[in-house]
């Protein structure tokens, strides 16, 4: 009969009970759905678990323009070497409206902005300020007058509903975090018969590397899945473009 509270007041034994409850779990906040000031860590998101906790940190740092262009934008990465057959393969028409969904530091931005004319849009969607801040001088810079800024959140791609022709995401979908709420927000946006065009990493045993295993959380079968489910149709898969460790998948609305 007192064996429980003698248990629970013996500071081993206290602790030992806390980790078989979980106690000692650090505590999940919820990411506010439009504070793409605030770091996605290991949160999360209306009551959804982060697929990937932390991926987006490697963003959030001082100095991330210049170190993540001098990666991002290196000639020996294969969708740079690419660049200009993966724009080519958009077939892309001057007026229409482009999301660059995860623009980054910029690398696809003249080509795209080329590709929809200057009486189409290119609208650069980025999640971390600093590149978002980065891509409206870029666009300056180059005088890309057809280029608009988008902040999205971990959650909300921030683009008006039906209102986007062709949506471009090079390398961003496995930072996606909460795809579950973030892919239909893409659905929403994209005009019915848009396109979304999805270059992302291979993520195959035995071809792929170790670490590209570990930071890539899926395969094409899975990102297939999780698109589809969202209400897209997988359109095709494009071939021509001699890439051998990405893969561009077409999805229609
Ligand atoms: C590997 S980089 C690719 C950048 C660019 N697409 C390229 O190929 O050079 C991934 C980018 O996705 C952005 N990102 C991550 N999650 C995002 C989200 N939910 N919405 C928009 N951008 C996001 C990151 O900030 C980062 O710039």
Redesign the pocket.
């Known amino acids: 009969m007192r064996a429980w509270p003698s248990l629970l007041v013996h500071p081993v034994l206290a602790v030992s009970l806390a980790l078989l409850l979980g106690c000692s779990q650090r505590p999940r906040t919820a990411v506010p759905a439009e504070s793409p000031t605030e770091p ?1 860590t290991e949160r999360s998101s209306d009551g959804l678990a982060s697929v990937h906790p932390g ?2 940190d490697r ?1 959030f740092q001082p100095d991330a323009v210049q170190v ?1 262009t001098d990666t ?2 290196a000639e020996r ?1 294969e ?2 070497a690419a660049r200009d057959e993966i724009v080519a393969a958009l077939e892309l028409t001057p007026g229409i409206t482009v999301a ?9 931005l003249a080509a795209l902005s080329g590709g929809v004319g200057a009486s189409g849009r290119l609208l650069a ?4 300020p600093e ?1 978002a801040a980065h891509l409206r001088d870029r666009a300056a810079a180059e005088g890309l007058t057809n280029v608009q800024i988008v902040m ?7 683009l008006e509903p039906d209102s986007v022709d062709l949506m ?5 979908y ?5 795809p579950k709420v ?1 892919l239909p927000t893409l659905f929403r946006a994209l005009r019915p018969g848009g396109q979304l065009v999805i ?1 992302e990493f291979d993520r195959i045993p035995g071809k792929t590397s170790a670490r590209m295993m570990k930071h890539v959380r899926q395969d094409q079968a899975t990102l297939t899945a999780e698109v589809t489910a969202a209400g897209f149709v997988l359109d095709r898969e494009i071939e021509q473009v001699p890439l051998d460790e990405n893969y561009m998948l077409v999805f229609r609305k």
Not at 152 to 158: F, I, L, N, P
């Open positions: 996605p991926i987006n963003y993540w991002l934008e990465r969708v740079i660059d969904i995860g623009a980054g530091t910029g690398a696809f969607v980025e999640l971390v590149f999205a959140s971990a959650t909300d791609v921030g471009f995401m090079c390398d961003v496995h930072h996606i975090e909460y973030y270059v």
